[in-house]
């Protein structure tokens, strides 16, 4: 079902919003900004559209990032909204004030949200499970298992090309699956490694949270996911929301590599370390 709650947002703004953005060839360009507990933040631009999936950064560090990317916060066309945790939502509400720009945002979130006073978001309510255009972007949005109020993942089309982000969840249901499915690129938790996360700092109640249903992905639920239903279409797999306390860079790369090397696939395999933007990715 596609319902179609965006609106176009054209190119003939000033700010060089229609300079050569990328490499010939490509459609769309991708950076993670920031993927940990302690912020997220992904770019997603075509020549026509720029948006934000979450907006765990201050408004100064997205810029800042955004900059180094040959990106500006002027430019952005909306920000999707996966859930209310903060590591997702801390900078938006300065943001959206600064940029006026529409937060696309399930209703049962957005209620969570607190605002500037004497500020009204634009805020697009979409419902769980529905998809919705951003300019030349085709987004659809889906449930994902995690104990926040409404949390979803989405899947970004553009020209064909498909971009797939899947953030905080606590296992992958067959419906997320399906719709990762064809994805160029896939932005996917890999959370922590169970054994770090058993013996590490956390309280036993946070723990138990972490590995719920409802919590996060483990190293070893994202190798059984490559292993078992990655698609060979994806040519670029980033790994990202690590926990800084539970998790290693090297163990995820070594974990996912053995599993890509098992399924003989030629998927480039990248992890996207706490606290650093990734390379950009040009889709
Ligand atoms: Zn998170
Ligand atoms: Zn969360």
């Known amino acids: ?125 979409f419902q769980a499970g529905c998809g919705f255009a951003i300019g030349d972007l085709r987004i659809q949005s889906f449930t994902v298992p995690h104990d926040a109020i409404d949390p979803v993942g989405f899947c970004v089309d553009a020209d064909g090309v498909r971009i797939g982000v899947v953030m905080d969840l606590g296992y992958i249901p067959e419906s997320v699956k399906y719709h990762v499915r064809g994805a160029r690129l896939l932005v996917l938790e890999a959370n922590h490694d169970v054994e770090m996360l058993k013996v590490g700092p956390y309280p036993w109640a946070v723990k138990q949270r972490v590995m719920g249903r409802r919590g996060h992905l483990s190293n070893d639920v994202v190798s059984e996911f490559i292993l078992e239903e990655l698609d060979g279409g994806t040519r670029t797999l980033v790994l990202g929301h690590l926990s800084e306390h539970n998790n290693h860079p090297e163990i995820v790369r070594l974990v996912a590599d053995q599993a890509l090397r098992r399924r003989a696939l030629a998927t480039r395999l990248v992890v996207a370390e706490p606290r650093r933007l990734s390379e950009v990715f040009q889709c």
């Open 1 to 125: 079902m596609i319902f179609i709650a965006g609106k176009c947002y054209h190119t003939d703004e000033p700010g060089g919003r229609v300079e050569a953005r990328l490499q010939e060839g490509t459609i769309a360009k991708v950076c993670v900004l920031a993927s940990s507990s302690s912020g997220n933040c992904t770019f997603i631009g075509t020549d026509r559209t720029r948006i934000l999936v979450d907006a765990g950064l201050s408004r100064k560090e997205i810029a800042l990032r955004l900059a180094s990317i040959g990106e500006a916060l002027e430019g952005l066309d909306a920000v999707l909204i996966t859930h209310e945790h903060s590591d997702h939502v801390s900078g938006l509400p300065v943001l959206a004030r600064a940029l006026r720009i529409p937060v696309y945002i399930t209703r049962l979130a957005a209620g969570t949200l607190a605002w500037p006073a004497g500020f009204t978001p634009k805020l697009e309510i």
